[in-house]
């Protein structure tokens, strides 16, 4: 199964970014329209370390869960009538999508099974719990308010001044805070702390 989880990370990594491309031109910014990012071709989001070499050493060091992201989608908030609130729902647009996969997935798990009798359903089910949890740890990953991740752009809407500059400051290392908190074994005990109530609602 683990060409599943592949895929299915894949797939809700575009789906997240497409999400926050259509929120964005919905809301007045046609920057991802113009750049072809409304689309969910995988070339057209592909990030090398986020979409390859990650899942990739995920798969070699037996991760219990899967984590990735695609190419940021670009936006310029100049383009919205309310920069701050317009890119703090561009940004909740990318978990949202996440909890929305879920949410099918979990349906899935409900519906399948009543085609029990045409078939073996096995393997269906078992990618339906797949996309529950990879999309379940997408969405709290995410949500995290380490620059450049969407949880980041959530709090500088609703954050006081001090704390709008300190995201600033630590914004040009933010990847080097992310890899060092799971290198440290911090990251995924956050993640999962969130996460499993949500896999546990969805199962």
């Not at 090398?48 to 070699?60: A, T």
């Not at 997935?105 to 085609?115: D, F, H, N």
């Amino acid at each position: 199964m683990t060409l599943s989880l592949g895929l299915i990370l894949l797939v809700s990594v575009i789906v997240h970014e497409v999400a926050h491309g259509y929120a964005a031109d919905y809301l007045g910014d046609s920057t991802p329209r113009a750049m072809g990012r409304l689309s969910l071709n995988p070339l057209v989001h592909m990030d090398w370390l986020g979409s390859v070499l990650l899942p990739m050493l995920m798969i070699v060091s037996g991760a219990s869960v899967w984590l990735g992201w695609a190419k940021p989608v670009p936006v310029n908030s100049r383009n919205f009538r309310n920069p701050s609130r317009d890119m703090m729902l561009v940004a909740l647009a990318g978990p949202v999508s996440n909890l929305v996969l879920a949410w099918l997935a979990s349906l899935g798990l409900k519906i399948i099974p009543l085609w029990a009798g045409v078939g073996d359903v096995t393997a269906a089910i078992v990618i339906c719990q797949q996309a529950i949890v990879i999309n379940s740890g997408l969405m709290v990953f995410n949500l995290i308010p380490i620059p450049p991740l969407d949880g980041s752009k959530i709090l500088l809407h609703w954050a006081s001044p001090s704390i709008r500059e300190m995201v600033y400051r630590i914004e040009p290392y933010g990847f080097a805070l992310i890899f060092m908190l799971a290198y440290l074994g911090v990251l995924m005990p956050i993640i999962r702390m969130f996460m499993i109530p949500l896999v546990r609602m969805f199962l």
